[in-house]
């Protein structure tokens, strides 16, 4: 096939998948799914792509999984999670040795699997997928503490269970007793010690300087969070370790045109996600996968109803975690492009069992995934611990003004925002901050919807959909930001209240 048959192929296929993306967001489904049902219509049983190298679908589900996380922690908000870190590490490491020891002990003894292949199905399957998580969860209303847990902790497992299956795999340079154990120690402190240290020079050296592009802004945070991942695995650390670390630390911090960042970001984890799931279904031969069924349909019931709950009720003791939030925890532990990244890890090495054990984990993602995904709303709800209503967070465009020290702040009222009804007045902003220009959609005689800019006096008051400029100095903007997003919350009365907008 010439290039440009390629090239149209891969765009009609691209376009397909977008418009998946709102079927699946109808039906609640991870569009994983979607993906999945590509690779295979164009694999061997369909349009007969022949796609069978497992050692490419590896590496090219590193690199998707690296994209992945570094947008999982460049869009996860630091305020949020900062304090469900102690209860994400605690499911992140305690959790998912559990998981891996129960799921473990049912394959070789429910399964009659031989230790290696059942540790393995273990250690794959451990992981919650940050790409499901990130998909399904953000359209929830969840409290910021027990979506921060479920964020953090699919951000942080990966590192580990790579290694893990690595080691299993018998294509890890160690394995076993306290080398083994010594050697994850190592990679994951170095990794992070990498991340952190490239994200936050990083990032003083863009506060410093001003780029002449806004486009500029974006690139070069991916250059970091992807520099953090290769310097990572230079020094045979983790590399997944170092690139979620930089993307968190870079996502929060006080770099300008941030939210160009986060889209641009968002859009190659897209892509990332659509190429890695449409490789995984070709890589998949659909006349292995229902030998499958039987043993992925075990392995997934013991996961989702004996090892999950379990790790979680035992990874969470101490935290002041709740039944509700463990019961929506323990059923929230999605599974996706991870687990299957991983059981190409065996087939790599021609390990005995490696192709059979790669279509019972396919089996298993796709099952439980149609199981889980619509059902995480209704059951959120069931336990009575969404947010209905919440206001969202303000989206927040800041462009530096370097001559004046200033900078200019663009922000949009979103719906339910206590904001609405408040007048500019009431704010209280610093004396440093000043809304100079609203933009209002107006409702003409009939119906068009029209946008409309002036300058807003004291008394203007706010209304849903408001497209606010603010000027601030560097010194206030901090204040200006902690109070808009404090009255957004709770009102007016927001400092009454005890809310500080941090």
Known sequence: MQLEAWL??????????????????????????AYLGLGLLLGESGFGIQFDNAELAKTLGWLALMIILVEGGLSTNWRHVKGSVPV??????????LSIVIVGGAAHYLLGTDWQLALLLGAILAPTDSAAIF??????????????????ESGFNDAPVVILVLALSGSHHTIGNAALFGTIAYELSVGAVVGLAISWGGAWVLRQVALPASGLY???VMSLAVGA?????????????????????????RL??????????????WLSQIGLFIM??????????????????????????????????IATTGFGVSWKERAFLSWAGLRGA?????????????????????????????????????????????????????????????????????????????ENSRLAGVEIFELRLPPGAQITLVLREIVGAGKAVEKKSFVPAPTTVLQAGDELLVVTTAVDREVAERRLRAVSRQGKLAGWFGERGD
């Open 338 to 414: 991870v687990p299957i990244i991983l059981a190409t890890v065996p087939m790599t090495v021609d390990l005995p069992g490696a192709d059979q054990l790669f279509a019972a984990v396919f089996v298993l993602v796709v099952v439980f995934t149609v199981i889980q995904g619509p059902t995480l709303p209704w059951f959120a709800r069931k336990l009575q611990i969404t947010e209905e209503g919440r206001a969202t967070e303000l989206g927040v465009e800041a462009a530096p003004l370097e001559e004046l020290k200033a900078d200019l702040l663009q922000i949009k009222i979103p």
């Open 135 to 152: 998909s399904v969860l953000r359209r929830l209303p969840l409290p910021n503490r027990l979506a921060g847990m479920l964020e953090a």
């Open 88 to 97: 994400a590490l605690s499911l992140a490491v305690i959790g998912t040795s």
């Open 218 to 220: 974006p690139l070069a």
């Open 256 to 269: 300008p045109h941030r939210p160009a960042t986060l889209g641009f970001a968002e859009g190659i984890a």
């Open 280 to 313: 995984l279904g070709l890589l998949a031969s659909p006349a292995d996968l229902p030998g499958q069924l039987v043993y992925g349909l075990v392995a997934g019931l013991v996961l989702s109803f004996v090892a999950r709950p379990l790790s979680v009720i």
């Open 229 to 253: 991942y290769g310097g990572a695995i230079l020094l045979h650390a983790s590399g997944f370790m170092a690139c979620y670390l930089a993307g968190l630390v870079l996502g929060n911090a």
């Open 8 to 33: 149209a192929l891969g765009a009609a296929m691209v376009l397909v998948a977008i418009v998946a993306v709102r079927m699946s967001y109808r039906l609640g489904l991870p569009s994983l799914l």
